[in-house]
């Protein structure tokens, strides 16, 4: 109810204001529309499909792929901007862009570049940062099930980019948008020809965008009282320091150093100081397309892409805090030299027996005054070939082959476990000769070194400028020290597709009462091969274990060199397995147009998919009607089932991530085991929808829902710890023995571990917890002719989603992680597996159109959710935190054409600059939702020249 309260109250407000638009469904010629392989007219679709002209692109500021993504009211939980705590989506996703409709995963939005599949990621979908985005000419988006025609992925809906074909002579464009601390600029240049029988274009495009650190943002980088999740880290150097005897004590220089959290008496790190709300980012894009008339009813269609984003800079923690806490590369005997002056100069500190420093290896210091920095690169070919014509029996036919192949190489570095250990005990170094050392007893003395983990090895504080009187030279630690703990890590992933397609569509002369029956067949087959590759260092399978030094069992470190589980050599970024799998995937698919009479037109759809193998074969059946009740008022309406296959890494091997999990405060090791058993996930999806227009006004408001079966999920390694812990199911719980805990104990490393000792979680891909959503689609917009000898028009769309309802959350053999719940109106940042889900998100805009000045005032709102988290026992989430507040802002655009060649457009968004409303995460702003950036001033042209 108090949804639906804030669903009314926001309408009429928005009515006054308005955004872009989507444009209201306006006639052009007549084409195959995205949702139909039947030519027809969008206005005359039973499906709701949104057209997004390219003048409708330039009314809003030409933004960005990313900026328009997140603007999307039918859209949320979009990736975007840098986002690489964010374990749901974001983490190793930097500098990728996705479209998630209905909130339902972007793996479950189908995006099609002219009509045609496009190489998609395992979880993520189509990466569109790839899409030419300044060779577009419109875009459209099916809000509806669409995998009768389209077959897997296409639960959520279809997005589908269309290029130009009216590029004559040259064309040269850029533009360049300020924002404080600093600015994103893009140039572009086109070139067209064309002769009676055929037409060619080729363009190019590169940009860049500046740095912005999170320190530059007054909100970005908070105070441990005022969010304590907010990129705090209980693992900090300085140290919280562990003496046996009494019990942990922060280093006595913690909170000159600004590494102190008060309300716990305990150091910390806030990593989020280091990291960046924009990440350098240097794109490159060329496309080129040629149409070719072989015959008059033949054409041949040949489109090629390439792109590549790099981050070269990625800029994160100066380092990761090591998985196990208290190992033997944790200990500082009585005799290590920091300790020693440790307690020296302050008495008060237990003077005798060893000391566990709980820390990193860097921290307030930086990596030598700077944050790490690691590389996001990603390479995206694409190559089409299409053959289209009629036949002189009247059937049209397409034959089309296409390849596309992604390829992402991340890089970071990580610290051994061993060279630590021997740190610690004055072994440490390029150059140390540790057998003779050991032999005689020689520790810390020439070429072998200690790492000192103790604030006296500290000389300045990066974060607060803090110089430390305490430091002293001979206890820091060396440039080569540090050099040596460290080594280069990554991976590399390549994704491709190659699909081969052919249909045919007519008319089958059979006569209704509205006109003949239109009918379409296909036939599809993709080859998809994944590739997953790890640089040797993080290869499970020729680095399996930490310990590699005999010297390492001599010294008591470790009883062998042999290890299980094999957990790699590194401390923060656990070994993982390569990867290799391919597969095809067969399909046929008809299609059939009823028009029953004048007013009732009724699209009947059927497709078989076969995956082979374990996965099977599916059938996905579709019906859709439109109703012209009068010549104004027309009622829509659709029902199918959908589905999506499970993608080939989910059915085989391991793969390691890092996910930050609530219930121990830390980012930890997650290994993500392949399922063989996985079946395709369904979906039945039902709209209903009423249009309403005439010469000035457009209106239409649709209900949809989504009813899914058995969808792919990933066990939730928050839920499950969660669960252990709850039930105390650790050695000497009350729990263990029940069967619930014999579950739950074989996810958790070490077996039995309390909460401090956690290392790693085993978590399944699943079918998971059935879940049902639905919502409310509307549109509206009023043209009123000659106002002061131009065109105004005021409009409004939005998308309210009444409920995201879920099953309880159940590991793969059915024990009880989660109860579920309407997940709706909520920042779902925690335990759950859903993104971002504000129910309520809508745009409004004026336009005033005056010869060839365009005026635009636009109005975004995303209403007030609640962070789940706070209603959680033992959270860190603040009372004041646990709602995310409402947000209005506003944009305006002008633009203008000069003498037919001179295209000029200014726009500031965000006009009153206000900042994202805070919540509960460490980037404290939702970044799956929010304008992070303030006030932003864009400028920009477009000249063409040379045309015949």
């Known amino acids: ?45 039973e499906l709701p499909v949104d057209v997004l002209r390219r003048e409708d692109l330039q009314d809003i500021g030409n933004p960005s792929v990313i900026e328009m993504v997140r603007n999307l009211s039918i859209a949320s939980g979009n990736l975007g901007e840098t986002n690489q705590f964010q374990t749901n989506g974001g983490q190793g996703n930097e500098g990728v862009a996705t479209i998630n409709l209905r909130g339902l995963g972007a793996a479950r939005t189908l995006v099609l570049l002219n009509g045609r599949r496009h190489v998609a990621t395992e979880t993520q979908g189509v990466d569109i940062n790839a899409m030419p985005s300044y060779a577009i000419g419109r875009i459209e988006v099916l809000k509806d099930g669409a995998a009768a025609l389209y077959g897997s992925d296409a639960i959520g809906g279809v997005v589908n980019f269309i290029t130009r074909t009216d590029i004559e002579g040259f064309e040269i464009g850029g533009d360049y948008q300020a924002i404080d601390d600093g600015g994103d600029w893009n140039v572009d240049l086109a070139y067209g020809l064309s002769g009676d029988r055929w037409n060619w274009m080729i363009a190019g495009a590169y940009g860049e965008r500046e740095e912005i650190p999170f320190r530059k943002r007054d909100w970005a980088v908070r105070p441990f009282s005022q969010n304590t999740q907010g990129g705090w880290s209980g693992i900090s150097h300085p140290a919280n320091i562990l003496f046996p005897a009494a019990g942990v004590i922060p280093d006595p220089r913690c909170q000159d150093l600004g590494a102190f959290r008060d309300s716990l008496n305990s150091c910390g790190f806030q990593f989020t100081y280091f990291d960046n709300l924009v990440e350098e980012t240097e794109s490159t894009k060329i496309f080129t397309q040629l149409n070719y008339d072989i015959t008059d009813d033949m054409t041949l269609h040949v489109e090629a892409l390439w792109s590549h984003v790099e981050l070269p800079e990625w800029k994160t923690s100066p380092s990761y805090p090591p998985q196990s806490l208290f190992g033997p590369d944790r200990i500082a005997l009585p005799d290590h030299p920091g300790l020693v002056r440790l307690r020296q100069d302050y008495p008060a500190l237990p003077q005798t027996g060893i000391a566990i420093p709980i820390n990193r290896a860097r921290g307030v210091t930086g990596e030598f005054g700077e944050p790490e920095d690691g590389i996001r690169d990603t390479e995206t070919t694409r190559l089409a070939l299409a053959l289209e014509g009629s036949w002189d029996n009247g059937v049209d036919y397409t034959f089309s082959v296409s390849y596309s192949k992604r390829e992402r190489e991340l890089e970071g570095d990580d610290m051994f476990i061993e060279n ?4 610690m005990r004055g072994l440490g170094g390029p150059n140390c000769d540790r057998a003779a050392a050991v032999a005689g007893g020689t520790f810390g003395q020439g070429n072998c070194e200690y790492y000192n983990p103790f604030s006296n090895g500290i000389e300045r504080s990066v974060v607060t400028g803090f110089v430390n009187p305490d430091f002293d030279p001979a ?13 280069e890590t990554g991976s590399f992933t390549e994704n491709e597709l190659l699909v081969f397609e052919a249909v045919f569509s007519g ?4 006569e209704l009462g509205g006109g003949n029956v239109g009918w379409a067949v296909g036939a599809q087959s993709r080859r998809e091969r994944y590739d997953f590759e790890l640089r040797d260092i993080a290869n499970r399978s020729l680095n399996p274990c930490p310990w590699t030094d005999p010297l390492a069992v001599t010294l008591g470190f470790t009883p062998s060199l042999d290890c299980d589980p094999q957990t ?4 923060f970024l656990a070994a993982s397995d390569e990867e290799s799998t391919s597969r095809i995937v067969y399909g046929v698919f008809g299609e059939l147009n009823l028009p029953v009479t004048d007013r009732l037109n009724v699209q ?22 439109s109703w012209n009740v009068t010549d104004e008022f027309s009622i829509r309406g659709s029902a199918s089932t959908t589905f999506r296959g499970p993608p080939q890494s989910f059915l085989s091997g391991t793969t390691t991530s890092l996910q930050f999990n609530a219930a121990v405060n830390a980012f930890k090791a997650v290994d993500n085991v392949g399922n063989p058993d996985l079946e395709p996930e369904s979906a039945v999806t039902t709209n209903l929808g009423f249009v309403y227009q005439n010469e000035n006004f457009y209106g239409s408001i649709d209900w949809w829902r989504y009813d899914f079966d058995d969808p792919l999920q990933v066990e939730s390694a928050g839920q499950i710890v969660s669960a252990y812990l709850n039930q105390a199911c650790f050695d000497g719980g009350a729990g263990v023995g029940t069967t619930s805990c014999d579950a739950l104990r074989s996810h958790i490393f070490p077996l039995g571990t309390n909460a401090a000792g956690l290392q790693r979680t085993v978590v399944n891909f699943i079918n998971g917890s059935n879940i049902t959503t639905s919502g409310i689609d509307w549109q509206a917009s009023y043209d009123f002719f000659e106002v002061g000898g131009g065109t105004l028009t005021v409009g409004m769309e939005g998308t309210y989603t009444l409920e995201y309802e879920s099953d309880d959350f159940v590991d793969i053999g059915g024990a009880l992680l989660a109860p579920g719940g309407d997940f709706a109106g909520f920042l779902n940042d925690g335990n759950s597996p859903f993104q971002s889900l504000p129910d309520l998100k809508a745009n409004a805009y004026v336009k005033y159109v005056l010869g060839n000045h365009r005026f635009n005032l636009v109005a975004r709102y995303v209403t007030d959710y609640e962070d789940a988290e706070a209603d959680l026992p033992n959270t860190a989430v603040l009372p004041g935190l646990a709602t995310i507040d409402e947000q209005w802002t506003f944009d305006l655009h002008y633009n203008t054409t000069i003498m037919d060649d001179l295209f000029l457009s200014v726009s500031v968004v965000n006009l009153t600059d206000e900042d994202p409303p805070q919540s509960s995460t460490d980037l404290n702003y939702d970044p799956y939702t929010h304008n992070p950036f303030g006030r932003m001033i864009k400028v920009g042209f477009r000249y063409t020249f040379g045309a015949e």
């Open 1 to 45: 109810m108090k949804r639906l309260m804030r669903l009314f109250a926001a309408v009429p407000v928005l009515c006054f204001l308005a955004l872009p638009s989507w444009a209201a469904e306006e006639p052009i010629e007549e084409v195959v529309v995205t949702g139909s392989y039947i030519k027809g007219t969008p206005e005359d679709a």
């Open 420 to 423: 630590m250990a021997f740190a």
């Open 475 to 487: 206890l820091a630690n060396s440039r080569e020290l540090l050099d040596w703990l460290f080594t």
């Open 507 to 510: 008319e089958t002369g059979i």
């Open 568 to 571: 790699g050599r590194l401390a």
């Open 604 to 625: 009947a759809a059927l497709r078989f998919e076969d995956y082979g193998g374990e996965v099977g074969s599916t059938i996905d059946p579709k019906v859709a009607f």
